[in-house]
């Protein structure tokens, strides 16, 4: 992911994108 992408989505999408990589994260930490 790029910041571009992030500039290109005023919706603000990509947090949820983001927290849901850093949800799976924490599953496998755990």
Known sequence: MSWSTVLADPE???????QKKLQEMDTYII
């Open 12 to 18: 603000g999408q990509w947090i949820k994108l983001v």
